[in-house]
């Protein structure tokens, strides 16, 4: 595996913890899909279950490979269904301004931080 395809190490662990939170919030939001029967009527309700299950699941996965650069931009596409299932329920815009803000700023803020080194990490105000 070549240096280059790795992200920087303080990327990876802000977004594997963002994800591992929003793993739980995704779960939930599939047993609200569930109680709130908003699938379509030709789709079974159980089904709100699985799929919340199924994207907490893969957020779970994708937090473990944030080392990596496609794990980030998986992180990202993860945001996006989120973002999807407000056609389900519309509290999913408000967990997808929460944790997608969340989601972009740790990554945003760490990669400024790595650009400006270890420097910028290790300045300690003085009296």
Do not use: H
Not at 18 to 43: D, K, N, S, W
Not at 68 to 75: D, E, H, P, S, V
Not at 94 to 123: D, E, N, Q
């Amino acid at each position: 595996m070549s240096a280059s395809s790795r992200t920087p190490s303080l990327m990876a662990r802000l977004g594997s913890i963002v994800l591992i939170f929003e793993a739980f919030v995704a779960f939930l939001g599939g047993l609200v899909v569930y109680g709130l029967r908003a699938l379509p009527e030709t789709i079974a309700p159980w089904w709100g279950i699985v799929g919340g299950a199924a994207v907490a699941l893969l957020m779970v996965v994708v937090a473990g490979c944030t080392r990596f650069r496609w794990g980030i931009i998986a992180g990202w596409l993860l945001q996006f269904v989120i973002l999807a299932a407000a056609f389900l329920n519309l509290a999913f815009v408000f967990v997808f301004l929460v944790f997608g803000g969340m989601w972009a700023y740790a990554m945003i803020t760490s990669a400024r931080l790595v650009r400006k080194g270890p420097a910028a990490t290790s300045t300690t105000e003085s009296d």
